[in-house]
């Protein structure tokens, strides 16, 4: 079985400055690992991806993601906000062999300016 | 740029009542999803739908639950009896393939809100 753990449930930002948004993972065996973002009354959009091969993933709207495979993490970073990147993020694991997706609890990013 | 859309999007019911959720994947997608969000929880899997069949189902996906593709565009998700609990952001999902090699990326619907009252 698998499991993920948003470790923030909220992150403000200044706009133009970095952020992270922190993901572990849980898992007994091989998994792809997803971010995904949700705007306000919007559907889940991906992110980014990881699957296999180089740990560091690049995804749309400069995001980019880490896999840390001894630390069991996924973190999600991007240099510099906007204001439009205010959203809820989730991070999610799917097992190799299997249909489901699992998600973390979400963090909200909220982008002051 | 293609995309699942689902209808309505708010339900209400009554508990005990019957309510079928619906989606329309997107056109050349061959595998299905439903997933809910109760609100200030997590997203939780409920079952995947592949070549008019049940892939794999969570526990959540009781006997209650059903799923349909009754034509070549929705599916569809039923719910008899419900109960209160049932309340939940509903969101409907499809992929081209689960795996070519390559985990294909699921495509998500806005979702419906459903009251049970």
């Known amino acids: 079985a698998q499991s993920v753990t948003q470790l923030d449930s909220q992150v403000p930002v200044f706009e133009e400055a970095p952020v992270e948004l922190r993901c572990n993972y849980s898992s007994s065996v091989s998994v792809y690992l997803f971010w995904y973002v949700q705007y306000p009354n919007q559907g889940l959009q991906l992110l980014l991806k990881?699957?296999?091969?180089?740990?560091l993933v690049k995804g749309i709207n400069g995001f980019e993601a880490e896999f840390n495979k001894s630390q069991t993490s996924f973190h999600l970073r991007k240099p510099s906000v906007h204001i439009s990147d205010t959203a809820e993020y989730f991070c999610?694991?799917?097992?190799?062999?299997?249909?489901?997706?699992?998600f973390g609890a979400g963090t909200r990013l909220f982008v002051k300016a | 740029e293609p995309e699942v859309t689902q209808t309505p999007s708010h339900q209400v019911t009554q508990m005990g009542q019957e309510v079928i959720l619906r989606c329309v994947p997107i056109?050349?997608?061959?595998?299905f999803y439903w997933y809910r969000q109760i609100l200030g929880q997590k997203v939780e899997f409920l079952v995947s739908f592949y070549n008019n069949e049940i892939s794999e189902k969570s526990e959540i996906f009781d006997d209650r639950f059903s799923v349909e593709r009754p034509d070549g565009s929705n599916f569809t998700l039923k719910i008899r009896s419900t109960k209160l609990e049932d309340s939940a952001m509903y969101f409907c999902?499809?992929?081209?393939?689960?795996?070519?090699?390559?985990?294909?990326?699921?495509?998500f619907g806005p979702g419906t809100r459903l009251t049970v009252l």
């Open positions: 056109s050349n997608h061959l595998y």
């Open positions: 999902a499809s992929s081209v393939t689960r795996d070519r090699g390559d985990r294909d990326t699921q495509y």
């Open positions: 990881y699957l296999s091969g180089s740990t």
């Open positions: 999610a694991v799917s097992g190799t062999g299997g249909f489901k997706t699992i």
